[in-house]
């Protein structure tokens, strides 16, 4: 039982266009939800975070919405640029970013020049 | 900043020897560390959360006794994979708890450890 999914395996922006990654979670008790990004055969590095008391946070040109009813997460890069292509992980967890987080199972963003 | 080590990074072992893995904090103490892994083009799948100075927890489905984790000291703790086999080939990631932040602590993760069993 997958409780945390990207539907997208990938995705394809122009430089410059806004890229909007999406993440679906199940279990309602989630509290705390990551954005992470990672390339090949490196660790995942953090890049954003909410939580669920919140419906948006912003970083620079990174921002996350929050839909609590419909259980939906989505990544914001504005503008897209070519050093933003990776693969970017949604990952939540009960009890704050601390705890042991739930992965899905990444979203591959290329940006084109 | 908070820094995460990891080594080796890629280790290449024969079948039903052990590997040691390390994953230390840099700059930081981590009571809490968590090892992950990742298989090709899957998420990354909890293994344990390793406490400092007691027993780590498991989650379901992973053998303790064949993922042996020691969290020594507040910045390192170990992963050894007894008797590897083919199938334990795999990215092998470790996070810490950066507790400095207050309520909501990140995690912050080591680079990986490519591990290959022959």
């Known amino acids: 039982d997958q409780q945390v999914k990207q539907n997208s395996p990938s995705l394809s922006v122009q430089e410059g266009r806004i890229s909007i990654l999406n993440c679906d979670y199940t279990?309602?008790?989630?509290?705390?939800f990551l954005w992470y990004k990672k390339y090949p055969a490196e660790g995942p590095t953090f890049l954003i975070s909410i939580s669920s008391i919140k419906d948006k946070n912003e970083d620079g040109r990174f921002t996350v919405f929050l839909n609590k009813s419909a259980k939906h997460l989505s990544l914001h890069i504005v503008p897209s640029q070519p050093g933003d292509s990776a693969v970017y992980f949604c990952a939540a967890s009960v009890g704050g970013g601390s705890e042991k987080l739930v992965f899905g199972k990444g979203t591959k963003l290329t940006v084109n020049p | 900043g908070a820094v995460v080590s990891q080594h080796p990074s890629r280790v290449i072992c024969k079948s039903g020897t052990s590997v040691k893995i390390e994953c230390r904090s840099l700059?930081?103490?981590?009571?809490?560390m968590f090892w992950y892994r990742q298989f090709p083009k899957k998420s990354l799948m909890l293994m344990a959360t390793?406490?400092?100075?007691?027993?780590?927890?498991?989650e379901q489905g992973v053998e303790k006794d064949k993922f042996l984790i020691n969290h020594a000291s507040l910045t390192l703790s170990t992963l050894t994979v007894t008797s590897a086999h083919p199938e334990d080939s795999s990215f092998y990631i470790c996070?810490?708890?950066?507790?400095?932040?207050?309520?909501?602590?990140?995690?912050?993760f080591g680079p990986g450890t490519r591990l290959t069993v022959l």
């Open positions: 996070s810490a708890r950066d507790e400095r932040g207050g309520s909501y602590n990140e995690q912050f």
């Open positions: 390793s406490n400092e100075g007691s027993k780590a927890t498991y």
């Open positions: 700059d930081f103490q981590a009571t809490t």
């Open positions: 279990n309602s008790m989630f509290d705390y």
